[in-house]
């Protein structure tokens, strides 16, 4: 009989991304590389439909043998190699590389973009007061919502499909009929300054959708009802402007504010449930690790549509619970003290780690759409990438001359989009950690990106006041 020699299997330990471990530790041949790891993971959690992982060793992806990873690490052999293996989509996305479409129409800069959540139809709101509605076919405008007095700074759609709300200067909101581009009813008035952010009730707790939320820089956050077409709850308690609003998939509001405070809310009475602590300065952005399926509801890169708000609910309900799995809904906060937060707002009051490495103030932060991965966009000019889970810091992408505005995701994961004060987009690839593509074209600063949910197409807008389509 032959003994073993020294040295030819790894003792291995594979964790999903939260640390749980699937099944003890095991001895595998240095020979044992991702194809193989992923046929153990797949026969270990028993999956029908083999799918796609993807291995990381202290946030570096595995992509060599065992052995030749040891050898290059110097791996001692007596440790125990924790491995986390991570679901990867099944489906890929091509990275943009061309301008497809330069659309005119607005008349002063364009402030914001946002596809509708099956990724058909395309909304922008403008320094000309208007909203207006873009014909992805002809790539050619469609409608031009009149009836702000003043700036519009952010749109929202509903997840659903069926409402757009925009939020004005002036402190009105506005809920439009995509189909028509017309008003539904009379402006909304509530708020006495202007309009910071506007979130959805997620599809899979209340369909069709009928609530949203707005944030303002007066200081309050109000819940709306696009049926009763009134402000049904005001959350008061900030006691500065409040900056960034979201409606998480448990059902609670998320507000951000200048008094360097996220509070947390119920949405049956308004009562404030929960104080999240720790910021020295402004809270700019909020991000949930749920946000791609809360703002896609049902629909997914198929583009399947549906017949009734019932069907659509339970959709989007199976699609929420798949995507959170079994971990806890997290929060990430970017600040103008330069750090980030990553929260458990439901497990602790306390975050979870403190994010610390942009040398300027954080604009956009942004989780990937399988939760992997967090994005955060600064003035320092660049944009950083860290571990969803952690919050530890991953890799930085420089390439950008001024600060970068805001990001977008691909439905994937594998790609990440950034606008730029420097008039470009840059197309970064995850995997890599390099530029895939540099998008220049605009004439000025851009100000707003955003990635269809369908993976097909890019759109941003900014100073120079056109709107710009970026295929594959």
């Given amino acids: 009989m032959e003994v073993e020699p020294e040295g030819k299997n790894v003792m291995c330990l ?74 990867q989509a099944i489906f890929r996305i091509r990275p943009v590389h061309r301008c497809s479409a330069t659309i005119a129409g607005h008349n002063e800069a364009v402030l914001s973009v946002a596809f509708s959540p099956d990724g058909r139809q395309l909304a922008s709101g403008s320094g000309d007061t208007t909203v207006r509605l873009w014909d992805l076919g002809t790539q050619t405008p469609l409608y031009t919502c009149t009836g702000h007095k003043n700036w519009v700074l952010c749109i929202a759609w509903s997840p659903d499909g069926k409402h757009l ?37 997620p599809v899979h707790l209340n369909s069709p ?15 709306w009802d696009v049926t009763l077409r009134k402000s049904v709850i005001c959350l008061s308690g900030h006691t ?34 929960r104080e999240l602590k720790g910021h020295g300065h402004w809270v700019n952005s909020l991000a949930l690790s749920t946000e791609y399926v809360l703002r896609t509801g049902a629909f997914d890169h198929t583009c399947k549509q549906y017949s009734s708000p019932e069907e659509m609910k339970k959709v989007a309900l199976e699609r929420y619970n798949k995507m959170k799995g079994n971990a806890p809904e997290r929060l990430v ?10 929260w458990e707002p439901f497990v602790s009051k306390h975050p979870k780690t403190r994010m610390t490495g942009h040398q300027q103030l954080v604009n956009h932060v942004y989780f990937s759409p399988d939760g992997q991965w967090i994005a955060s966009a600064s003035f320092d000019r660049s944009v950083k990438l860290w571990n969803g889970t952690t919050g530890k810091f991953v890799a930085a992408f420089r390439g950008h001359v ?28 995850i995997r890599t950690r390099k ?17 269809s949910p369908d993976g097909e197409k890019v759109v941003s807008g900014g100073k120079d006041r056109v709107l710009k389509l970026w295929m594959g």
């Fill in 240 to 273: 500065l402007a409040v900056t960034c609003v979201k409606w998480g998939g448990d059902g609670v509001i998320y507000t951000g504010s200048q008094d360097c405070t996220i509070k947390v809310w119920e949405t049956t009475q308004g009562k404030l449930i």
């Fill in 165 to 201: 709300v925009s939020g004005s200067k002036a402190g009105e909101l506005q809920c439009w009929d995509p189909q028509t581009g017309k008003p539904s009813g009379n402006p909304l008035i509530g708020h006495k300054k202007w309009i910071t952010g506007i979130s959805w009730e």
């Fill in 333 to 342: 906060s970017g600040s103008d003290d330069f750090t980030m937060f990553l």
């Fill in 209 to 223: 959708c009928r609530r949203f939320v707005s944030a303002s820089k007066d200081g309050d956050a109000r819940i």
């Fill in 435 to 451: 530029l895939k593509q540099d998008l220049p074209g605009h004439a000025d600063e851009v100000y707003a990106v955003d990635w």
């Fill in 14 to 87: 594979l964790t999903d991304p939260e640390g749980t471990p699937l099944g003890n530790s095991v001895y595998l041949p240095q020979n044992t590389g991702p194809q193989h790891l992923q046929q153990i993971v797949n026969q270990l959690l028993n999956n029908e439909d083999k799918l796609p992982y993807a291995f990381y060793i202290s946030d570096q992806e595995l992509l060599e043998s065992l052995g030749k990873y040891s050898e290059k690490n110097k791996i001692s052999v007596e440790k125990v190699l924790k491995i986390v293996y991570q679901p």
């Fill in 402 to 429: 001024g600060p970068v505005y805001q990001i977008s995701w691909s439905a994937d994961s594998r790609l990440l989009l950034s606008g730029s004060k420097d008039s470009t987009l840059k197309v970064w690839d």
